[in-house]
């Protein structure tokens, strides 16, 4: 069931009411319930998948609070990975991995044909599965108490407003909040309406309107002039943002409005001044999550193990496989990027600040190479991890020389602050066309029909209306983003009674007259 459906709004009409009439147990179970009927809408098949996860992680937490022997509490942590992990690899990665196999296996002289088993991928299990572990990995840790009421637990896995595509919502932040029941109130219904409503915006106008010019651009980039192709990978770049911040602020609503306080997702990523910016404003739970759970652990900024240059090498080296299309060149790249990563390893050991430096750059693409992979079974999502690695990578070596360089020139702040949000920008626009394309042919067809700079002009636009309307929905999304932070529109809707109701006429008004109400799936479902 997705949120732009008519089934979910019948849904959503029967459920809040009983909802906010049960109490204690009976609501929890309620919640439980519509949990499961919300993500069976979907494929019922799969609810074993969540339910057998929710089982396993339970009896290991309740286990791990009890076991006080390091080494029994390991094997109980690896038998919660091994499941958790497994099942995300298998239905997630498997095709990916014997497409991939049979493509090594026949460019080395042999032949292989595909097996006729495809896996289908469950909605959402990036999403439950990271949830899980999470909780997992703190009652191990012992940052948490572990939840010993099933139903509590349960419902805590498969909460329905963020089941498919997040918030990542931490078992330390949301488990306590089922403690006691949650009462109906007005300033809960209006401001979750109204984050609703903007989700709705982002969604249903601005992303699903962008995507028609967006998926002719992609399906055939050779036909399209280099303006043309600049306008399709700027207006992906605001549909990925609306789609999947729309899709947060809705779930954030929904919960609000059922008592429930969850984190913001997204915070205006297009205005970061650096990549280590744009990353605590863009997935916020995700970035959060590979960082306390992944980043830190592999030794965050203070270092790391030695062995772990090879998590750069051996990436490097699969990827250049398939980019360069047979094992001969692969092995040449891979004895370059053996001999400089040997050699970088010798010079950051001659010093202990060098050393920590060193290793700082591979966790972090470590970290950024992973989190590539958890968007999607393909080297295009690997290579635009690796790219958002070597921006943060770039940016610890070379600092500000840029930034300096303007402060000495004595240029205004406020252009160097817009400077560098355009540079963000722009490498950001970079990494999405790997995001976007469907294979590096694509993506490369597409960068160098942009950098050719032909027919760079207004006439060469095909679609015009499409482009002129999705302009106009960006400059309503940006003067409104803008706008909130010296207004705070959150809190305007709250105490005026008259900004409420202009502001919640005029968003279902440009919904109405802008929208497209096709039920277009999410484009994080199918993550």
Known sequence: MIFNSLPFF????????????????????????????????????FLSLVMFSTLIDYVVGLKLENEHNILKRKRLMIISMIVNLGFLGFFKYFNFFQESFITMINDV????????????????????????????????????????????????????????????????????????????????????????????????????????????CFQSPEGFSSLHLLIGIIFYSFQIYCDFSGYSDIAIGLARVMGFDFPDNFRTPYFSKNFS????????????????????????????????????????????????GSWQVALIYLSILAGVS?????????????KVKGFTYMNNMVTMLLGGLWHGASWAFYFWGFLHGMYLIVQRFLGKPFGRLMTVLRFPKFLQQGTDILIVYFFTCLA??????????????????????????????????????GFILISMLLLVEISDFKFNYSQLIQKSLAFRVVSFVTLLWIIAFFGSFGANAFIYFQF
């Open 277 to 324: 910016e744009f990353w605590q404003r863009w997935h916020i739970s995700l970035s959060s999550w590979l960082k306390d759970y992944l980043y830190i652990p592999l030794g965050g900024s203070r270092g790391g193990t030695f062995g772990s240059v090879f998590f750069i090498v051996l990436p490097l080296f699969l990827l250049s496989i398939f980019w360069a």
């Open 342 to 354: 040997f050699a970088t390893a010798v010079y950051m050991r001659k010093s202990e600040a060098n």
């Open 432 to 469: 999405w066309v790997f995001f976007r394309a469907p294979d590096f042919d694509v993506a490369a067809a597409y960068i160098q029909g942009i950098v050719s700079l032909e027919n760079f002009t207004l006439g060469s636009i095909v679609n015009k209306f499409w482009a002129l309307k």
């Open 109 to 216: 002289g042999f032949q292989a044909h595909p097996s006729t088993l495809k896996i289908l991928l469950p909605v959402g299990i990036s999403f439950y599965t990271f949830q899980s572990m999470s909780y997992t990995i703190d009652v191990y840790w012992r940052k948490i108490k572990v939840e010993r009421d099933f139903i509590r637990f349960a419902t805590f896995i498969s909460f329905f407003p963020q089941l498919v595509a997040g918030p990542i919502v931490r078992a330390s932040d949301f488990l306590p909040q089922f403690q006691k029941d949650r009462s109906f109130t007005w300033d809960r219904l209006i401001s979750g309406t109204g984050q609703m409503l903007w989700g709705f915006f982002k969604k249903v106008a601005v992303a699903d309107s962008l995507a028609p010019f967006v998926d002719q």
């Open 10 to 45: 019948i849904f959503i009409g029967i459920f809040l009411p009983l909802y906010f009439t049960l109490k204690g147990k009976a609501r929890l179970l309620l919640c439980l319930i519509g949990s499961y009927f919300f993500y069976g809408w979907w494929d019922y098949r």
